[in-house]
């Protein structure tokens, strides 16, 4: 599987756009990105996946550069709530069931 | 539904007690599997199932069995607990052949300590 690397942390003020950016440079054609995020003390929490193209959904955006290097998950309208430890996956298509390797992911922290 | 829940939330062990942490998931789900997760790591897979009778190994495996004899359960037993196991840990299962794409739901997690 393809590693990731991302920001150790971030800060976002409530209610402006968190935009957490994800390395990916050796991710392979048959493999997705996917964002899972960890509110403390919690289990992680599938956001949103990708392959190519854009994807939008209630939770968040994510942006994927055309030479799929790389990606951006965006929370539009960030709030306490969304402080959090975001990990970004690559891992392949139709791998249902199979293994998601976490890294460190990105520990960000919305102020008031 | 209630998803997936841990039994028991906390835990506190004596070095070489053993005990199990129980897993159910009421999803119909093929796929189970356990992490654990260390004070500011990432998750490191354990064990997992793709079905009832089927266990295999994850990364860290030492220390650890597993059995799966329904599909509902996926019990975590510890034969021998060392302090190194101190960790929390995460049960998570997923459906294996419905998509394409791999959404796991994770329980709450299981807070363990040996002394």
């Known amino acids: 599987d393809a590693k990731t690397t991302q920001p150790p942390s971030m800060d976002c003020a409530e209610g402006r756009a968190a935009n957490l950016p994800c390395n990916h440079s050796?991710?392979?054609?048959?493999?997705?990105v996917y964002w899972y995020r960890q509110i403390h003390s919690q289990g992680p929490q599938y956001i949103i996946h990708?392959?190519?193209n854009n994807e939008t959904n209630e939770m968040a955006s994510l942006i994927i550069t055309e030479d799929r290097k790389s990606s951006t998950l965006i929370l539009p309208h960030a709030t306490l709530r969304d402080t959090a430890v975001y990990y970004c996956?690559?891992?392949?298509?139709?791998?249902?069931?199979?293994?998601?390797?976490f890294g460190q992911g990105t520990e960000l922290s919305v102020k008031p | 539904n209630a998803g997936v829940t841990q039994t028991p939330k906390f835990q506190v062990l004596k070095t070489g007690q053993s005990m199990t942490l129980q897993c159910a998931q009421d999803?119909?789900?093929?796929?189970m599997s356990w992490y654990r997760q260390d004070p500011g790591m990432g998750l490191r897979l354990i064990h997992y199932?793709?079905?009832?009778?089927?266990?295999d190994q994850g990364e860290v495996p030492n220390g650890y069995n597993v059995s799966r004899s329904t599909t509902e359960d996926f019990p975590l037993r510890l034969l021998s607990a060392a302090p190194s196991q101190t960790s929390v840990y995460f049960c998570?299962?997923?459906?294996?052949?419905?998509?394409?794409?791999?959404?796991?739901?994770f329980g709450p997690g299981t807070r363990l300590t040996v002394l």
């Open positions: 998570a299962s997923s459906y294996l052949f419905r998509a394409s794409y791999n959404e796991q739901f």
């Open positions: 050796t991710i392979s054609g048959n493999e997705y």
């Open positions: 990708g392959l190519k």
């Open positions: 996956i690559v891992s392949p298509i139709y791998n249902q069931g199979g293994k998601l390797i």
């Open positions: 999803m119909n789900h093929e796929y």
């Open positions: 199932s793709v079905g009832a009778g089927i266990t």
